[in-house]
Every structure is written in structure tokens, then in C-alpha cells.
């Protein structure tokens, strides 16, 4: 059987350039192979309205000690295993096609802290990152700051969540994660000596600051059940945590907690936040025992964010401006809004979603039709000039620019086919160098590529933009096999960036296309507004007909589309799988957000409260009956299914393991076809996977591997 006329299906699968052919291998199904069926008790679930059966619920053990329940992830681990044997060899070739993309060493471009300029950097062989600094030459007075090979050492997961340097420039106080339940311990070395301080912080976030004479370190304890972060203690150094004081308790909980040290070095900020208000609550770097006050007491749905610099403080704000104006008050009048000054007025086409203040201009990155740029603006708000950008679609950061005095802005570029780079800009004179392009092995050329940006109309009539990539040559002709993927939830923008690994499925015909949904902000605070709570099957609807449109108009395959999405994401792959099962040819569902309905009712599961203005809250009858009608667990119905990917972790906190396997475990007594249905379950991580930087791929050349065995050959 023909795969169209260019391809041959066992060229997809073998190797990473196409030759062409007509013949496709045979399929071998495993003989015998049955799933593990997982056992119904019966057990009552109370909601707004009715109570609902979940004869899963026994899946969930928050000890992850049960010997059931782990016999069920064990008997689910082997049946995939068994399954995917016969593409050993292909996922070892897919691992090596990724990681050979990888530099065996690579540095990240240093930047200036004080008196030390700090990098990253990887060396060959070694999974984890070496953090390095030195004052003046590189090869004559580096110091390690922190080598977390050494530190992962005796650890199946390792993490550094983040460090922070003392005001003496000596002690480091990092947050490490040895589960993957992103719970962190603290700890304070010397850099010099290497000696680690004997104080040690349990339960903690990853969030840290010091006071101004580096005597106290302020962090946030989480609760131990719900995983929120709520509560800011003060820790002196030299003292065991039981003496810690608390500083500030957050009382809602639909609030969390984070901390850093302004970029002036003067304050301590204490971020509190919600889904779509915030408070900022600042304590004297040189008075570290005083109260915190906040800089402008909470609203309803009012944000903002803020720099210091000088007796000025500047606030990015949404305050009578969905897409957010520039504001800025001097420090002792903060709190009155009335005195606060428009210096970037409100522009309804105009997104501005981060910002910079500099001594001499001010950087805002904005969006506008989707696409990000760098303007650079005077103090009174007037437009100077624009970064110039040449790739799109593309993905633009501000990169770290910690003094304010500089001459120059540091940013970074990427797209779907060009690496990652660190660029700087000098305003004077209009020069863009380029401090550090990643470098790619394995033979990439960027050439090899194109991508596009497009629109299409969405049921309700609303222009959805697409970002896409393909291999360009004479002998790909037709309509491709999919790689389509999408997030869509909390504001999150999925940027059309770099992603290494996918060129494995660029180089055997694949297209690679971002459907930007609903949900996210590509377009701005409403984009947003339009993909959540009851507006959320905004979400759902713009991916299948983003799927719909890349095959009518001979993008895609349409008998070989793979959808693919995680996390929130994992909940949009849910959703289509149930409502449009016919549409794809697999479905890969990352950490996915299933059980949307009871999780939301239980607020003993970490983050459930914190998430009520996302997705709503199902104590009210509306808001039960509208998630409910989506909920994938819930929605599961006999019916035939797409070949379907699911992956979890043992120790995530952000979507508990239970929701994926309880709805596998339903999708196998229900479904109606023959399809394959893979769950891997990762015993010794959580939310993110593996932590090594090689290890990582080798799941996802399983999800590869997954996926290419199974394209339908015409």
C-alpha cells in the first residue's frame, strides 16, 4: 500500500530523510497482549446538583503506598512496555537523532550581578547544569556557584527551583527538589569554602530574597496538603527553622505567594496573586524586621506589576486597560492610585506584556495581530524606535537586563526553525549583535525549513491564527502527516519557538502546527477572557476546527493528524478525543487535567482553590453543569477512540497522577475499537518528567516512536 506517491512508510519510520517507494512493512500485533483492567468499586462523588459515580475514585492515594493501586501502575507500566518492544531500535535511533541535536557542552551568555558575571553551563557526559561566575576573566578567577551534578548525585529526581546570592556575594542560597513534588528544602553554601551552612529549610517554595545585610533569608512554607503558598517566614541565619517568624499569611485561598528582590536591590516584594488579580506588598531590603505594606492595596481583577528605579516606581497595569497601560508614581505616593501617570496609554489593538525601564529609554515587548516586537519608548512615553525582527512567525523575550544604567537591552529570538539566540540592542546606534545563537548538531540547516503563519475562521466566526513548520523539498508533495499541538488555558501564549527534538519528526514529512486557541493570550487579555470558565469550549472548538482547516486547505493529512497537548493542554486533548474522535489519527496527552469536576469539588488537592476564576467553581449549579459537559473523565463514552499517548507522574503536584490513570481505566472498559492506548507512568518524577537533560528525550522518543508506527498508509 502507497503512502500518496512520494512516501514509503518504512522510510517514515527508519530514517530521518525520505526516500521514495511504495511499500509499507507489515504490521505485527502482539499476540495475546491484553490491558490491565482495573477494578470498579462503587463510590458516590457529591456535586452541585446530583451525585455522580466514580468507580475509579479508589485509584487515588495520596500516600502513593497502596499495593493496589501501585500493583495497577506497575501492571500498566509492563503492558505498555510489552506493546512498544518491537520499536526498540526506532526509539533508540529517535533518542539519538535528538540529543546528537544537543552540544555535548554549551554556556549560556553571562550576566553581571554585582561585582560577578554568572552563566550556565553544561559539559559534556553530564546531565545537570554547573552554575559559574567570575569577576573579570573567565579562565582566571571562575568559581562554581553551584554544581548540581554533584549535588543530584544520590537522587533518582533532582532540581534546583532557584538561587540567590547573598548581599556578600559569598553565600548561595539555592531550593532544591529531591521527588518532583515541588516541595523544596533551602540550603546556604559558601562559595568560596564550599561548606554547606548547617540551617536548613523544609517544605518550602522555590521563591527566595535576602535582607540587605544578608542576616535573614525571607521564603514561603507550603502548606503540606494543599501544596499553596501562603505564608512568609523570616529565617536568621544560624537558627534552626523552628524560631523562623511568619511575616505575612495569606487568608484567601484563592490567592498564592511568591518572592523576589527588586531589581534596585531596595525592597523585598511579596506577590500575591490570583487567576486574574494581584497585590505586591514591599519590606525594606535594610530594614528587614519592619511589616510588610502593600504598594496599592487588591482589587477585583485588578494587575499589575512593577520596577523601581531611582524615587519612581512604574507600574504595567490593567487598570481601565484590558491590554494594559504604563503607569508611574514616585515611591511615597504609590498607594494613591490618583497620583499614578500615564506615560504608555492604553491601545486596544496593542498588547503589552512585559517591560523594562532603563536610565535612558524604556523596552515594552508588545503584540499586536499575534506578533510580538520590542519597542523602545523615552520617560515621557514617547516612541523612539523599534528592535528590528526579521523572522516570523517568531518568539521575543526580554532577556535579563539586571542594571539599569546599561547602554544596551538584551533580548532574546527564536522561531520554528531558528535556533535560540541572545541578542543585544544599542539604541545609539541602531546595532544589533548577536551574543549567542544555540547551536544545533546532527547536520540542521535552517534553510531546510519553512513556516508560516496563518488564519482561519473559527465556528463562531473569529479569526484563529495557526503557526506552522515543514521540511521544504521538491519530493514532499501533498498533504502531510500532523504534528498538531495546543495549550489554551491561564493566559499562557504557546510562542512559536525552537523545539530541537521536533525536527526528528520535520525530517520524516511531518508538519508541525501550533493552533493558538482560545484561552491563551496570543491576541491579547481577551484572547484570554474568550477561553475561560463558561467561555472555555471556545478552546475546544478552535483546535478541532484549526485541525479541520489544516486538512481542507491540503496542509495536513487528514488520515493522519496527531493531536497533542499537556497539562491543561492534556484536558483540551480529553475534550477532542471524546467530541472528535473520527478527526484524528492519535491523540498524545501529556499530564492531562481529566477529572476536571472532582478535583474542583475537592480542595484538600493541591491548587484546586487557587483555580476557581480558571475554570470555575462546581459548587455553584451553572459553573457544575457547564464543566461537567466537558470533563473528559465524565464525557467518556462507548464509542471508537483515536490511538491514544497518555503520560504521568507519580509525584506530580500540579494534575495527581490519579486523574490520568482513572481515566484510562474507564477509556478501556468503554471504547469500542481496536486502537492502541499506551499509558506511561513515570515511579520517580512529576509534573516536568525526568530532570537530566538527556534523559528527558528518551521519553520522548517513545511518544515518537509512538506515533510513527502508528501513520495510516494509503
Known amino acids: 500500500m502507497c503512502y ?13 530523510t525520505l526516500i521514495l517507494g511504495c511499500e509499507a512493512p507489515e504490521e505485527t500485533p502482539v499476540q ?33 503506598s497502596n499495593p493496589k ?16 518492544a518491537a520499536s526498540q531500535a526506532l526509539q533508540q535511533r529517535l533518542f539519538e537523532e535528538i540529543t546528537t541535536r544537543l552540544p555535548p557542552e554549551d554556556d549560556s551568555v553571562p550576566v553581571q550581578i554585582g561585582d560577578f558575571h554568572y552563566y550556565r553551563a553544561y559539559e559534556a557526559g553530564l546531565e545537570y547544569p554547573i552554575y559559574r561566575r567570575f569577576k573579570n576573566e573567565r579562565a582566571l578567577d571562575e568559581e562554581v556557584v553551584l554544581d548540581v551534578n554533584q549535588l543530584a548525585k544520590s537522587h533518582d529526581y533532582y532540581a534546583v527551583g532557584n538561587w540567590v546570592i547573598a548581599p556578600n556575594e559569598d553565600l548561595v542560597a539555592y531550593a532544591e527538589d529531591t521527588v518532583s513534588r515541588r516541595i523544596y528544602t533551602i540550603r546556604i553554601q559558601s562559595i568560596k569554602s564550599g561548606a554547606v551552612l548547617d540551617d536548613r529549610i523544609e517544605g518550602a517554595a522555590p521563591s527566595i530574597a535576602w535582607s540587605g545585610d544578608g542576616q535573614y533569608v525571607f521564603y514561603i512554607k507550603k502548606n503540606p496538603e494543599t501544596l499553596l503558598e501562603q505564608a512568609v517566614f523570616r529565617h536568621r541565619l544560624g537558627t534552626d527553622q523552628s524560631q523562623d517568624e511568619l511575616v505575612y499569611q495569606e487568608v484567601d485561598n484563592t490567592f498564592s505567594l511568591w ?28 530594614q528587614p524586621l519592619a511589616s510588610p505594606t502593600p504598594l496599592l492595596a487588591r482589587r477585583d481583577q485588578l494587575e499589575y506589576r512593577v520596577r523601581h528605579v531611582g524615587d519612581t516606581f512604574y ?21 494613591d492610585i490618583s497620583a499614578w501617570e500615564e506615560l504608555i496609554a492604553f491601545r486596544p489593538a496593542v498588547y503589552i506584556e512585559d517591560f523594562e525601564i532603563f536610565d535612558d529609554f524604556i523596552v515594552l515587548k508588545e503584540l499586536e495581530a499575534g506578533r510580538p516586537r520590542l519597542h523602545l519608548y523615552d520617560h515621557q512615553g514617547q516612541f523612539l524606535q523599534a528592535i528590528p525582527v526579521k523572522d516570523q512567525p517568531a518568539t521575543l523575550d526580554l532577556a535579563a537586563n539586571p542594571q539599569s544604567a546599561a547602554q544596551t537591552v538584551r533580548y532574546e529570538l527564536s522561531s520554528l526553525k531558528t535556533p535560540d539566540s541572545t541578542l543585544s540592542y544599542t539604541p545609539k546606534s541602531d546595532e544589533v549583535r548577536i551574543l549567542k545563537q544555540a547551536e544545533i548538531g546532527g547536520g540542521f540547516d535552517p534553510e531546510r525549513y519553512e513556516s508560516h503563519y496563518l488564519t482561519f475562521k473559527a465556528r463562531d466566526g473569529v479569526d484563529v491564527p495557526i503557526s506552522l513548520v515543514y521540511r521544504n523539498r521538491d519530493d514532499f508533495m501533498g498533504p502531510r502527516p500532523t504534528y498538531a499541538y495546543a495549550y489554551g488555558a491561564y493566559g499562557y501564549a504557546t510562542d512559536p519557538y525552537f523545539r530541537s527534538s521536533i525536527v526528528s519528526l520535520l525530517d520524516r514529512g511531518f508538519l508541525f502546527a501550533i493552533i493558538h486557541v482560545r484561552g491563551g493570550q496570543e491576541l491579547g487579555r481577551q484572547w484570554y477572557e474568550q477561553g475561560r470558565l463558561l467561555n472555555k469550549r471556545n478552546t475546544f472548538n478552535d483546535f478541532i476546527d484549526g485541525s479541520r482547516y489544516l486538512a481542507a486547505e491540503g496542509w495536513s493529512d487528514p488520515d ?70 466537558y470533563s473528559p473523565y465524565d464525557q467518556v463514552k ?11 507522574g507519580l509525584y506530580d503536584s500540579q494534575v495527581q497522577y490519579f486523574e490520568p490513570v482513572k481515566w484510562v481505566s474507564r477509556l478501556r472498559r468503554l471504547k469500542t475499537d481496536r486502537n492502541d492506548l499506551v499509558l506511561d507512568i513515570d515511579m520517580r518524577s512529576g509534573h516536568s518528567g525526568p530532570s537530566g537533560r538527556f534523559e528527558r528525550y528518551q521519553k520522548t522518543a517513545l511518544e515518537y516512536a509512538f506515533i510513527l508506527e502508528r501513520i495510516q498508509a494509503r
Open 32 to 64: 495475546g497482549l491484553e490491558p490491565p483492567v482495573a477494578d470498579r468499586i462503587e463510590h458516590w462523588v457529591d456535586g452541585a446538583t446530583t451525585p455522580r459515580l466514580d468507580e475509579y475514585y479508589w485509584i487515588r492515594d495520596d500516600s502513593r
Open 259 to 286: 518572592l523576589e528582590e527588586s531589581r534596585s536591590r531596595h525592597f523585598v516584594f511579596i506577590h500575591a496573586s490570583s487567576t486574574d488579580s494581584n497585590e505586591i506588598l514591599a519590606i525594606p531590603r535594610d
Open 315 to 335: 507600574f504595567l497595569t490593567n487598570l481601565k486597560a484590558p491590554n494594559y497601560q504604563l503607569m508611574s508614581v514616585t515611591q511615597t505616593r504609590a498607594g
Open 69 to 84: 493501586v501501585l500493583a495497577l501502575l506497575e501492571a500498566e507500566n509492563a503492558y505498555g512496555s510489552k506493546l512498544m
Open 638 to 648: 462507548a464509542q471508537d477512540y483515536p490511538h491514544l499517548f497518555v503520560t504521568t
Open 560 to 629: 493522519n493528524i496527531f493531536a497533542a497537548g499537556g497539562s491543561a493542554g492534556g484536558l483540551l486533548m480529553g475534550v477532542i478525543a471524546n467530541e472528535a474522535p473520527d478527526l484524528y489519527q492519535g491523540v498524545i496527552a501529556h499530564v492531562p487535567f481529566v477529572d476536571v469536576v472532582t478535583t474542583m469539588l475537592d480542595d484538600r488537592i493541591p491548587l484546586t482553590t487557587s483555580e476557581y476564576r480558571e475554570w470555575g467553581d462546581p459548587r455553584e449549579p451553572e459553573a457544575y453543569a457547564y464543566m461537567l459537559s
Open 4 to 16: 500518496q506517491h512520494w512516501m514509503r512508510l518504512g522510510a517514515i519510520l527508519a530514517f530521518p
